[in-house]
């Protein structure tokens, strides 16, 4: 069955450290890959996104992603973590196979410490 | 700001009640998705509408129902409420194109007391 796992539900950084977030999905062929950004109060904002070519996309805020694969990866990273950017960080998977159906990751909740 | 919009953005009734989610879509966009997203779980599929005819269902309970109007908005309506239901309903709109990038709205959250 097609599913995602985000195994961290909550992940603590310090304010610059850097951040890697997993995610791991069971799908049969190479699906689109996306991370959302949910803060609180707000809906769900696009950070980016894999369809196709290079596997390391850059993202918003200073974001990236590598689709790994040989892992069923795509794990989401950033350099230097800014207060800002604590919120819940959601891995989604779109299967690629007749019409779209998006299968959301139970999210990772990130807090940024000063 | 994705386009989208949900109305209301809070909502607090009591068991047993019936309430309306409203969205209306990105303009242009023919397809609405609601999702439920209850507190430590994931966004879960509720239902999918394009062009005002159900396109996919997903773990939607018998006691909600849904329709996409005309002018291709969408009301979700929850009925015999119980506290299990308490969550943030978003809606989405797009699921086309290239990739099927999804827009969100900013949810709904209801509060079952």
């Known amino acids: 069955a097609q599913s995602v796992t985000q195994p961290d539900i909550h992940i603590t ?4 450290a850097s951040l890697e977030l997993r995610c791991n999905y069971s799908y049969g062929a190479t699906p689109y890959l996306f991370w959302y950004v949910q803060s609180p109060g707000q809906g769900l904002q696009l950070l980016l996104k894999y369809f196709s070519g290079d596997t390391l996309v850059q993202g918003i805020k200073g974001f ?4 790994k694969r040989s892992q069923s990866s ?4 950033k350099p230097s973590v800014h207060w800002s ?3 819940e960080y959601v891995c989604a998977v779109v299967t690629t196979s007749g019409t779209y159906k998006y299968i959301f990751g139970t999210g990772t909740r990130l807090k940024v410490l000063a | 700001d994705s386009g989208v919009t949900q109305t209301p ?3 607090i009734t009591a068991t047993g009640q019936r309430v309306t989610l409203r969205c209306s879509p990105r303009s242009g966009d023919l397809s609405v998705y609601w999702y439920q997203q209850s507190l430590d779980q994931g966004l879960q599929f509720l239902i ?4 005002g005819e159900e396109r996919a269902k997903g773990n939607i309970l018998e006691r909600f129902s849904a329709q996409q109007f005309p ?4 009301e979700l309506n929850l009925s015999s409420l119980e506290l299990g239901d308490s969550a943030l309903y978003f809606c989405a709109s797009g699921g086309t194109g290239d990739t099927g990038e999804l827009f969100f709205g900013e949810g709904s959250r209801l509060t079952v007391l």
Do not use: C
């Open chain 2, 9 to 11: 953005k809070h909502l």
């Open chain 1, 74 to 77: 795509f794990n989401l990273r």
């Open chain 2, 48 to 51: 999918q509408y394009y062009n």
């Open chain 1, 64 to 67: 990236e992603a590598e689709f």
């Open chain 1, 13 to 16: 950084v310090s304010e610059g």
């Open chain 2, 71 to 74: 002018d291709l908005h969408s």
């Open chain 1, 85 to 87: 950017d604590a919120a």
